[in-house]
């Protein structure tokens, strides 16, 4: 079974950076997995952030690209999301989440585990 | 940019729920997904591909759907059902989230 944990600050200063760790456990993140970042302001609706492979290629939100970044450690199983010049606009539980198997034979597009989240203020 | 009606449900347990998600650019059926999220919790994966029920999601779910309007539909509701449910495209990038569709209890 796999799962994730969020880990990171729970306060970050306006215009400073956020920085959060999802540690994988029971999966690697040298599998063919993409692996994603989800917020969630306070009473809103889910926002996507972005995503990595397990090649190192990213995607990123365009409303987001400038501030993002999202890098992959497999060594330590973890992959990590860093985000700049937070404003209170940036309060959210972060959530981080692994994406279904995209390549062949399943070509499926979901995120099908999660983390618990983690709350952020600024 | 997806959209999702109604905003809220207000249903009686037992009661059958159609949520729509309609997109502003036709997506392929495979790139189409729902979620349900529960106040405090992560949210969870129902259905992929549009159709494909996620491992361990029981068959009262089901969606259905082509081009831009997509269906979700719980044929009965079970009490731990009633939750915000999101779609979401993977057609193009940002994967954007529809709204979400609150099911209340009535």
């Known amino acids: 079974q796999v799962l994730l944990q969020e880990s990171g600050p729970r306060l970050v200063k306006p215009s400073g950076t956020l920085s959060l760790i999802c540690s994988v456990s029971?999966?690697?993140?040298?599998?063919?997995?993409?692996w994603s970042w989800v917020r969630q302001a306070p009473g809103k609706g889910l926002e996507w952030i972005g995503e990595i492979s397990h090649t190192g290629t990213t995607n990123y939100n365009p409303s987001l690209k400038s501030r993002v970044s999202i890098s992959l450690d497999k060594s330590k199983n973890q992959f990590s999301m860093t985000l700049t010049s937070m404003t209170a606009a940036d309060a959210a539980v972060y959530f981080c989440?692994?994406?279904?198997?995209?390549?062949?034979?399943?070509?499926?597009?979901?995120?099908?585990?999660w983390g618990q989240g983690t709350t952020v203020a600024v | 940019v997806l959209t999702q009606s109604p905003g809220t449900l207000s249903l009686s347990p037992g009661d059958r729920a159609t949520l729509s998600c309609r997109a502003s650019?036709?997506?392929?059926?495979?790139?189409l997904a729902w979620y349900q999220q529960k106040p405090g919790q992560a949210p969870r994966l129902l259905i992929h591909g549009t159709t494909s029920r996620a491992s361990g999601i029981p068959d009262r779910f089901s969606g259905i759907g082509s081009g831009t309007d997509f269906t979700l539909t719980i044929s009965s509701l079970e009490p731990e059902d009633f939750a915000v449910y999101y779609c979401q495209q993977y057609g193009s990038s940002p994967f954007t989230f529809g709204p979400g569709t609150k099911v209340d209890i009535k």
């Open positions: 029971g999966g690697s993140t040298r599998s063919v997995n993409l």
């Open positions: 989440a692994r994406e279904l198997s995209r390549q062949w034979p399943y070509y499926e597009y979901g995120m099908d585990v």
């Open positions: 650019e036709s997506v392929g059926a495979r790139y």
